[in-house]
């Protein structure tokens, strides 16, 4: 939940980053509220490092960044990502955003990752 809130300071920037357990089976949730919208997770600190890793990773390839990232880059850009392609899609569709093991949720990870690689060339410009 830690890597999870501290990826999402870096998100928002007029909302506040907010974790609550909400049950056993969700013990290690995170909500995050900001912006108008609602994230989500209710991944662990191993998974969230590892579906940072992979999205951060799927991202770099896509945006042709990989042989200049390694793999910590990989999972904070795919973390930051995650929550961002969440925003992202909750502003498109107005739904909160589950961040799990699911493909949907991959996928809004991997588009959420794209997006910051690519704002983060358009600045390094």
Known sequence: AGVAAAAVACVLSSGEAEGRITGARESNAVVVEGGGGMVISDLGFISWLVFGALAGWVASLLA???DRQGCLTNIVVGIVGAFLGGFLFNLLTGEAVIIGWSLGSF????VGALVLLLVLRAIRR
């Open 107 to 110: 996928a809004v990870g991997v």
């Open 64 to 66: 042709g960044t990989n």
